[in-house]
């Protein structure tokens, strides 16, 4: 399941970045058990959230749907930090051993989705 990008955009060659940077692709490879393990995660929640809306098209009793609600918050939060761990063990380690510019870019990036994720 390999999907290597060869094209570089013109800041990573002004960068002088590595013929398939994907930096501004913004594409991450993953290996077929991580995709695995990821898509089936998400589908469990989508399975959660379809469920979520069949109860209350039903007028399920709130509190039930509250906590079904609470449920795929925390299905979906975990995902993300799975997904932030990897950014950080892959992405942002190698730009760290890279230094320079692309290592501030990836730490801001990664800050912002903290942030984000922290809301």
């Known amino acids: 399941m390999e999907h290597k990008n060869t094209e570089t955009c013109a800041d990573c060659k002004e960068r002088e970045a590595t013929p398939d940077c994907t930096c501004c692709q913004k594409k991450k490879e993953r290996s077929d058990k ?11 929640i989508e399975g959660q959230v379809r469920g979520i809306r069949q109860m209350t098209e039903n007028g399920e ?5 509250l906590t079904q609600i609470s449920a795929a918050d925390s299905a979906l939060k975990s995902v993300a930090l ?11 380690a190698k730009a760290a051993a ?12 990664v800050s912002a989705a903290i942030a984000r994720l922290a809301k």
């Open 61 to 65: 009793y709130c509190i039930d749907i």
């Open 34 to 44: 991580e995709y695995r393990d990821l898509m089936n995660r998400l589908k469990r």
């Open 98 to 109: 890279e230094g320079g510019t692309v290592a501030d870019e990836k730490l801001a990036e």
């Open 82 to 92: 799975l997904l932030l761990d990897d950014h950080l063990h892959h992405c942002v």
